[in-house]
């Protein structure tokens, strides 16, 4: 196993609510990821971080912030939970000298 | 635009036959392109990974094989399995981008 874990596995909330998404990593990878999964889409990017406080926006970024205060941990907030962002969320760190990513298990979330 | 397309959907064939699964992109300036496994409710999964200048790239009883000419790869699973079920997810890298297929789901029934 690549050392990624996601936490929580499973969440449902109500529209409105504050939900965070932690994921921690053994690895001590410099780049790590958040994805959302939908079916009929690919993995679409939310954020992205490629060092501690250095985050970056992906194509899905909007109602998501991020941070990383460690290098093993990357947290995904969604501040106000809405409806659309039921989904299920993969965090992914990348091995700098494959360029491989490793996925966690997912984290499913529904907003009611 | 940067895209990647994968064909069929989904795919159901039966347990000892063979299947090719297709990839097709448009992500440029092109730096290499991975096949994903993913079992249901698990994450994805590395199977292969294949740069500009490899056109054939095997792994077990899975074959990938890529031309960048016509920016076109393809999975080909032999002797499937029941634990071939699974999804499987194209991926193609630019130098500063990487885009996922919607990926093929395959079942594979006894």
């Known amino acids: 196993d690549a050392g990624i874990t996601q936490s929580p596995r499973h969440k449902v909330t109500e529209t409105g609510t504050p939900v965070t998404l932690r994921c921690h990593q053994t690895e001590n990878h410099r780049y790590m990821y958040w994805y959302r999964q939908d079916p009929g889409h690919g993995l679409r990017l939310i954020h992205y971080s490629y060092g501690v406080k250095d985050t970056d926006k992906g194509e899905v970024s909007d109602g998501y912030s991020v941070s990383r205060s460690k290098t093993e941990d990357f947290l995904l907030t969604l501040e106000s939970a809405t409806s659309s962002q039921t989904s299920v969320y993969f965090c992914a760190i990348k091995s700098e000298g494959t360029g491989e990513l490793f996925f966690g298990e997912g984290s499913r979330l529904t907003v009611l | 635009k940067n895209q990647v397309e994968q064909s069929p959907q989904s795919l159901i064939i039966l347990e000892g036959k063979n299947c090719t699964l297709q990839c097709n992109y448009t992500v440029s300036p092109f730096s290499n392109l991975r096949w994903y496994k993913q079992d249901t409710g698990r994450g994805p999964v590395s199977l292969t990974i294949?740069?500009?200048?490899?056109n054939t790239k095997s792994n077990g009883r899975y074959t990938a094989t890529l031309d960048a000419d016509t920016k076109q790869s393809s999975l080909h699973i032999t002797a499937s399995q029941l634990s071939d079920s699974a999804s499987y997810i194209c991926v193609v890298s630019a130098y500063y981008d990487m885009r996922f297929g919607a990926g093929t789901r395959l079942t594979v029934k006894p």
């Open positions: 294949m740069t500009f200048s490899e």
